[in-house]
């Protein structure tokens, strides 16, 4: 895992995200989860089933881009020691603040989770994307998780995650 700062991340993927850009051929849906009310273990098989979504159309191992566009926004709910563990075990002890953005290559699949599990345990934004894959995830600091992708494949996704997030 490679973490970079905005600017960097904005010359090497900023361009090429699929949930921040328009274009007719990708359609959205959103799903609201209420991160602050998910038992944990809710969490970990949402997080898990929308690595794999992602991650399911694109060619073996690809790297996977994690952006986190928002922090701080509920500073009783941030919390960032698993985080920072994660990112000394990969050599970086920068802050989030300072690198935002993350690069993972394609083994590296269980640090994307745990990105994805900090981001929603600490209420963060948060930006998800695989290379060649035309799916994508987004997560706000509320909670609410926007999926984009091709040929209705984003609305069937949707009513998947909803249903695993009911009681």
């Given at each position: 895992m490679k973490c970079v700062?905005?600017?960097e991340w904005d010359s090497i993927v900023?361009?090429?995200?699929?949930?921040?850009?328009?274009?007719?051929?990708?359609?959205?849906?959103?799903?609201?989860?209420?991160?602050?009310?998910?038992p944990i273990e809710k969490a970990h098989a949402l997080v898990s089933r929308v690595v794999y979504w992602v991650t399911e159309p694109a060619a073996s191992n690809p790297k996977s881009y994690v952006f986190v566009d928002s922090f701080d926004v509920w500073p009783d709910l941030d919390n960032r020691l698993l985080y920072q563990c994660l990112r000394a075990r990969h050599g970086n002890h920068d802050s989030?603040?300072?690198?935002?953005?993350?690069?993972?290559?394609?083994?590296?699949?269980?640090e994307v989770g745990a990105l994805l599990l900090c981001a929603l345990m600490n209420a963060w934004g948060v930006v998800f994307q695989v290379e060649g894959s035309e799916r994508a995830m987004r997560i706000d600091h509320d909670g609410h998780l926007t999926l984009w992708g091709c040929?209705?494949?984003?609305?069937?996704?949707?009513?998947?995650?909803?249903?695993?997030?009911?009681?």
């Open positions: 700062s905005k600017i900023g361009s090429h995200l699929v949930g921040l850009t328009a274009s007719t051929a990708r359609t959205m849906s959103t799903v609201e989860p209420c991160s602050h009310r998910i989030l603040e300072s690198q935002p953005g993350h690069i993972c290559l394609g083994h590296e699949r269980a040929n209705g494949a984003a609305e069937s996704e949707a009513v998947r995650l909803t249903k695993l997030m009911l009681p």
